[in-house]
């Protein structure tokens, strides 16, 4: 038995968070280890429906829940959720929540500057989340940041602000934002700090001992592949690394601590906000795909563009990110449908290329090569063995996992916990 780590193969909403709360029943500990509160999981449990942004899906089973290094984190909006949860029955305290003492923040003057940015874009506009997420990185990566150990070090902490408006406030003033003072960012920070500071630990230590006491640990993705900083769709992308190598520099468990790596790959292809989409359906296939996987942001609410299933991107990400095995959700959206297209290689003018090339007007220019493939007329909804599917939906599965060169180790068929085919257990390799 080893780690496992769970990534987006895709654009994101891929259906990781459901994933995540099967997989962390028999793990012992849950990683977030990039991004922040742009992400959105749902888990759904009985009559119950958890959305999370911030909190490691863990939680949900009382899990040892740890967010690492990796993420940039609105103690704010942290603070909301764990008081969310709490009233829908869950547990938060500090033996369950551990945050890194090395995450950066997140801050109001980051969503300002996000918010003002993306108004102001006019149609270069990145569609963001408007989360203050690239902002905050930018902070980190420009070595101004706050982060959460600096909360208990009040003196230092005063230096840092000034570090910090010296480079924001000319930024906001072109930008017509109105000045933010130090004493007031010195006081807000000051009022969350008792709050935090309970849960703020040396994440990787409380990692090494886990992994030194033979306990197993499942690293949670958020947004995807397509999404990441390098690799994505530049400059359409988040501001982190979303690929399974960062599960190790998130959180401070070396290169081979992350385990398994498993994608998640949704039946079709969804994005949201602005950027190339090779496969988007502007037609009624593309909207019944939409109304019939009710495909709106968990935490924004926006639609999401939908399209046919891309091999193309999966296999890329199945190379960028190692991937293994992959669990296929969503299988029963497509149900109904009498013929399926997967798109096997794209086209740029006389050219035929099966990767989607880096620079943004290639990507642009692309179309793709679709296979035709059988639909079924049966259910697939809430099938549990492989024995429940129809052919041509076997036959589906099977034609991915050849052109991803990924096995398919579970399929999901709707929402609910149970409605799961496996046929490989990630934590066995
Ligand atoms: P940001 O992460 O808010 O800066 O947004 C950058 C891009 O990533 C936008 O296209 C967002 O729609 C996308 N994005 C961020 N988080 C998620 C997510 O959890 N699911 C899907 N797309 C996301």
New binding site residues.
Partial sequence: MGNVTVI?AQ???EGKGRVIDWLADRADVVVRFQ??N????TIVVGNSTYKFALLPSGVVQGKLSVIGNGVVVDPWSLLDEIERVRTQGLTINPDILVLADNAALVLPLHRDL?AAREARAGAGK?????????PAYEDKVGRRAIRFCDLSDPAALETKIERLLAHHQPLRAGLELPEVTAEALLAMLLAVAPKVTPYVKPAWRVLDKAMKDGRLILFEG???TM?DVDHGTYP?????NTVAGQAATGSGVGPSGGGYVLGIVKAYTT?????PFPCELRDEIGERLGVRGNEF????G?K?RCGWFDAVLVRQSVAISGIQGVVLTKLDVLDGLDTLKICTGYRIGARVIDYLPAGLSEQAAVTPIYEEIEGWQGATRGARSWKDLPAAAVKYVRRIEELIGAQVAAVTTSPEREDIIIMRDPFRG
């Fill in positions: 987006g654009w994101g909403d991004g922040g742009n992400a959105g999981h996000d990145i569609g963001t989340t408007g989360r203050g997420i690239g958020a947004q995807a999404l359409f992308v988040t501001s982190s994005r949201v906000g602005e950027g942001g968990t935490n924004t926006r999401r």
